[in-house]
């Protein structure tokens, strides 16, 4: 159809407003590229002061970046974070740096991939999976100068748990304040080793350093805890009860199947790491008198649930808690040699005891 226009005159102009498209278009880009490569360029090429920064065991290249941004050494923490993914850096060792703003993000890359720190750690406190609080307490006793009821009086104390409420919302709920809970914050304490430059650290920093990095860990699964409903707080005691009952040789996947489909079926759970969380002291087998144990965290007793964690549970456990393994096994067997056995019946489980434990003893 003839729209008034000879063909030359209309892709001369269409010809036009190409080239003005592209042209924006490379400028975009060349802007782009300047604002990138001055934002990894130093702060300030003439200072010399230099920066201590501290990099704690387990930090996200994200979390870096904030620091490092928060500290003034690098002008941009997003494009930072882009640049050591683009460029597949990012295994960074923990440690307390001297950093200049004369330095390029290329040399602070650089010292943190060797671990070239200024300082070694005054304290190091390694907290293994399956840790309980009253365990926490004395490895923090035993490398601080701080007492074990010095740990307990501050974990339960009100005025530090209605902070943690303040400062982690997510994490720290009024669940943790069921009159049932028989330590509040029992299973917010991530396991991990912890270092601190500062021998008079606080304990205060140190109890907070640990729940932080739960709060970091369960940021990650956030859309799976909101899309099944799940509170922090019932994340957190099922992968307790996976903890405790997870050996080397199994899938914790599976285990937080059993309990599901126990919670399901509206069966007891009869976990026996709960029953010794309720008599509050180890034993080598739970006898039958055990069982009978008057408590909330009794689960031979109480359906559902405990109350809360029975310890301290690390990542492996909490992505079985969230990310149960489909499976129709309503029992399991931890046999002597470490293996566990998985049943549907309640028969093939006794069949399964008697050949495993009774047999052996």
Partial sequence: MWNGQPPNKRKKRMWIILSSIVGVIVLVLAGLFLYIHSALQPVNEQSKKSIE???????SVSAISQELEKQGVIKNGTIFRYYVKFNDKGNFQAGTYSFSKSMDVDQMINM????DVSKNAKIKLAIPEGTQLTQIAAIIAKHTQYKESDVLALANSSSFINGLMKKYPKLVTKEVLNKDVKYPLEGYFYPAT???YDEKVS??????????RTDDTLQK???DM???NYSAHKVLTMSSLVEEEATNKTEREKIASVFYNRLNDKMPLQTDPTVLYALGEHKKR???????VDSPYNTYKVKGLPPGPISNAGEMSIKAALHPATTKYLYFLATPSGDVIFSTTLQEHNKQKAIHITNKK
């Fill in 286 to 292: 739970v006898l039958y008198k055990h069982l009978e």
């Fill in 226 to 228: 909101k899309e099944k």
């Fill in 203 to 212: 304990l205060h920093d140190i109890l907070d350093k640990m729940i932080n």
């Fill in 112 to 115: 943190m991939t060797k671990g």
């Fill in 53 to 59: 920064v501290t990099i704690p065991p387990g930090s």
């Fill in 221 to 223: 699964y956030q859309d």
């Fill in 194 to 196: 912890y270092q601190f």
